[in-house]
């Protein structure tokens, strides 16, 4: 004890000096530190202020285990929770000091007589209990107050620790979302498959994706960047009307458009954008995804394809076929013509020759009637019986004459029919007079052409030609009727003409056959060869004399068929044919299974 | 039925294509206007199926596509079924006046051989 009586202002003084600093230096060590070694200095603090034998701070951790620090100690101890609770509960209560003793601090042994304690803090629902004991003497009045001070100076302070604490693990919990999010739509953009872009108001792109770059065969992000969109396009103008329409609606969805990889190939893309507006309503970004859709459109285009070379195909079947059939057709005809002119034959064969035997009996028995009246003398007297005779005698004459005319007649035509299909000379190649199978064909022809047309020939000199004689001659045929018909339906005063001309050109013959009649328009001329083409009314001809009639020239005979035509003036065919035959085999081996062109 | 009445038909109001269409005798000129995207070339195909098919009344018809700013491989596709109905019927189907971007399409889809071309106007 001390034998100098204190002055009590100056020690009132100094004590309270030496709170307001400790005060100010709990103040300082909470409000920085939040961990418990803050508790640790302030303890230390405590017991050096209140010159305490033994100054201990119990509080619960953030881990919740139960500690103390002990002043002078490094570290705080854990304590088992009923022990601690023990101390608290006893000794610590509530916001007013207690004072009590002798007591000593859990683990350590010595005891002291006098103790103070109180709670010093409360954060949340946890409270840190300062207990400071004496070793000799009591605490004073002064001591208690000045506790009770302290407490009531460092509540708020730790208060707004514990808040200032809560408020930083919900920053970083915050943060953490933040960057799990980002790290999300990360993975989301990247990751996506398709293209994802972005791009400014001015369509330059401030974003890819990274399969943007692999779409377009890029190296890296950069060389995308900065780039204006249209300039990825095949046709620039595309991109002008994609972004017209999202101007318009705000967005535009499945869009198609042709893009450029880096090496130049083009590839056919799906896009869909939307624009992003600013608070005037301007556009302030493009958003989209574009997807390739190549397979698709090769899909899709192989089927449009086979489905047009299908049709076409079906087309050229069913006209070859058509083409076939009318060929047999006309065949069969020449066959059937053949036939029935030989069938023919064999009747009008007797029929002349009893005819003639008629016609020489006829004038005999004339003779003979003419003898019989000279012996009777009736040279004179013309009598009834007598001159109807002779009337019937006379008569016969022209009779018969008439008949052998026919009959003649007959046989002409029937000759110009087996003539004309010559089926006699079989399927094969032959000497061929062209001139004859003309006039033969006039024959046949004649009843087309007889009431329209005067025909004029100019059949010059011809060496015979090697050709299938019965095609050439439908061929004739085909153009001298349609030039008939041609005159026909241009009715003219009188009657149109008909000329045809031959002769020899080096190697080859040439035939024309020229009609005056209303020839070919010029939009047309050159179809006139093509099968089915006629400008006649449906039913009334097929369409496919001429194109057979070109077949047979060119492609079996290795000849030339062309025509001239003004439209009001004529028509004029041209028929060239090699004397010595076509240079190849002739296209009906074709037959066999090869396509046709 | 009018083909002007049928093309409106096919096309709808509000749609961003029209057609004029003019006839001289077996012969049928439709002018389209606008652009061929999904929606357009499906009333397309539609409207020129049923003028090969159904009418099927005309010889020569041409689709003159001066005035198409823009098509997508479904317009393609919709003048080649056309194309390929025209040619089941022995029709004849002509295009012309194709823009240099038009063409560009066709071509890419090899399909630019197929069809066959009438003089472009002036």
Redesign the interface.
């Known amino acids: 004890m001390d034998s100098k009586a204190p002055d009590p202002t100056a020690q009132h003084l100094e004590s309270r000096m030496s709170m307001l600093s400790l005060i100010a230096d709990l103040c300082r060590i909470f409000a920085q530190d939040e961990s418990e070694k803050a508790n640790i200095v302030a303890i230390d603090s405590i017991k050096h202020s209140f010159s305490a034998s033994a100054a201990a701070l119990f509080y619960i951790n953030a881990q919740q285990a139960n500690r103390m620090c002990l002043a002078g100690m490094d570290f705080p101890i854990s304590l088992p929770e009923e022990r601690w609770r023990a101390c608290v509960d006893q000794h610590a209560g509530g916001s007013r000091v207690s004072r009590f003793g002798p007591w000593a601090i859990p683990g350590i042994e010595k005891q002291l007589p006098a103790w103070i304690s109180v709670c010093l803090y409360v954060s949340g629902d946890e409270g840190g209990y300062v207990f400071l004991g004496r070793e000799a003497g009591d605490w004073t009045d002064i001591d208690i107050a000045s506790l009770a001070s302290i407490r009531e100076a460092i509540a708020p302070i730790v208060q707004v620790r514990r808040e200032r604490g809560i408020e930083e693990l919900k920053r970083k919990e915050a943060e953490r979302l933040l960057a799990m999010n980002e790290s999300r739509l990360r993975d989301l953009f990247d990751g996506s498959r398709d293209m994802i872009y972005t791009a400014d108001a001015g369509d330059v792109i401030t974003s890819v994706n990274l399969s943007t770059i692999k779409l377009l065969g890029y190296t890296s992000k950069a060389d995308l960047v900065g780039k204006q969109y249209s300039s990825l396009a095949m046709n620039p103008g595309d991109r002008s009307l994609f972004l017209a329409k999202i101007a318009a609606n705000g967005y535009a969805d499945d869009y198609e458009i042709v893009l450029t990889k880096k090496s130049g190939q083009s590839i056919f893309c799906l896009e869909t954008a939307h624009a992003l507006k600013d608070a005037s309503g301007g556009i302030r970004e493009l958003q989209g995804i574009v997807k390739d859709i190549t397979g698709r459109i090769e899909n899709e285009r192989k089927l449009w394809k086979m489905n047009l070379e299908l049709a076409e195909a079906n087309l050229n079947l069913q006209k070859t076929q058509a083409l076939m059939v009318q060929q047999e057709k006309l065949a069969s005809i020449g066959q059937l013509a053949a036939g029935v002119a030989h069938e023919i034959n064999n009747p009008l064969g007797f029929l002349m020759s009893n005819n003639a035997m008629l016609e020489k009996y006829f004038r005999k028995f004339n003779a003979a009637w003419l003898e019989s009246l000279a012996a009777r003398g009736a040279t004179s007297a013309k009598t009834d019986d007598s001159g109807r005779i002779n009337a019937l005698l006379s008569e016969s004459e022209a009779i018969f004459a008439e008949s052998r005319d026919g009959f003649d007649r007959i046989s002409r035509i029937v000759g110009s029919l087996k003539n004309f299909s010559r089926l006699d000379s079989g399927s094969g190649f032959d000497a061929f007079d062209l001139n004859a199978g003309i006039e033969s064909t006039l024959i046949v022809a004649w009843n087309e052409i007889k009431y329209v047309s005067e025909v004029r020939k100019n059949l010059g000199d011809l060496p015979p030609i090697r050709a299938k004689g019965s095609e050439l001659n439908q061929v004739i045929l085909n153009i001298l009727v349609n030039a008939a018909q041609a005159l026909a339906d241009h009715a003219k005063d009188g009657k149109g003409l008909i000329e045809i001309t031959t002769r020899a050109e080096g190697d080859n013959v040439l035939l024309t056959i020229r009609d005056n009649g209303r020839g070919v328009p010029e939009t047309i001329v050159n179809k006139i060869f093509d099968p089915f083409f006629t400008t006649k009314e449906p039913g009334k001809g097929t369409g496919l004399g001429l194109s057979i009639s070109y077949d047979i020239i060119v492609n079996q005979h290795g000849g030339r068929l062309w025509v001239e035509s003004e439209a009001g003036t004529g028509t004029t065919f041209f028929i060239s044919l090699p004397v010595a035959g076509p240079a190849k085999p002739p296209a009906e081996d074709k037959a066999d299974g090869g396509t046709v062109e | 039925m009018e083909i002007q009445a049928a093309i409106d038909r096919y096309f709808g109001k509000g749609s961003t294509m029209t057609a004029e269409g003019s006839e001289d005798g077996s012969s049928l000129e439709i002018r389209l206007i606008g652009?061929l995207?999904?929606e357009n070339s499906r009333s397309l195909q539609d409207l020129l199926t049923w003028i090969i098919g159904d009418q099927g009344r005309h010889a020569d018809l041409i689709v003159d596509l001066g005035r198409v700013?823009?098509i997508?491989?479904?317009g393609?596709?919709a003048l080649?079924?056309a194309?390929?109905?025209a040619?089941?019927r022995?029709t004849s189907f002509r295009i012309r006046n194709l823009q240099p971007?038009v063409r560009?399409?066709f071509t890419?889809?090899?399909?630019m051989s197929?069809f066959e071309e009438a003089e472009n106007d002036g």
Not at chain 2, 108 to 111: I, N, P, R, S, Y
Request: aromatic share 8%; charged share 25%; no cysteine.
């Open positions: 652009s995207d999904l700013d823009y997508s491989s479904t393609v596709g080649t079924i194309l390929t109905e040619r089941k022995d971007k560009s399409i890419l889809l090899g399909l197929y």
